[in-house]
């Protein structure tokens, strides 16, 4: 899976830092890929109902539980 700025991204609980729920993210910033496929985004998650929350973002991610969901200019 690419990370790739500019994409919404979902997360499955459990496979990403800080949060409970699926995570979907509007990825502003790939800061960097660790080991065991993890990586670091800063972002805006993206609610149910389409809203895209404020603030952004820090959420380290299991790559290999990456789904692309939508490319998107928010």
């Not at 910033?29 to 973002?57: H, M, N, Q, T």
Request: charged share 25%.
């Amino acid at each position: 899976m690419s990370l790739i700025v500019g994409h919404v991204i979902r997360v499955p609980e459990g496979s990403y830092t800080f949060g409970t729920g699926t995570l979907m993210l509007h990825v502003s910033e790939v800061i960097g890929r660790g080991p065991y496929e993890g990586a670091e985004l800063k972002g805006r998650e993206v609610r149910e109902d389409g809203s895209v929350a404020v603030r952004e973002r820090y959420a380290f991610v299991r790559v290999d539980r990456v789904t692309d969901i939508e490319v998107t200019s928010l």
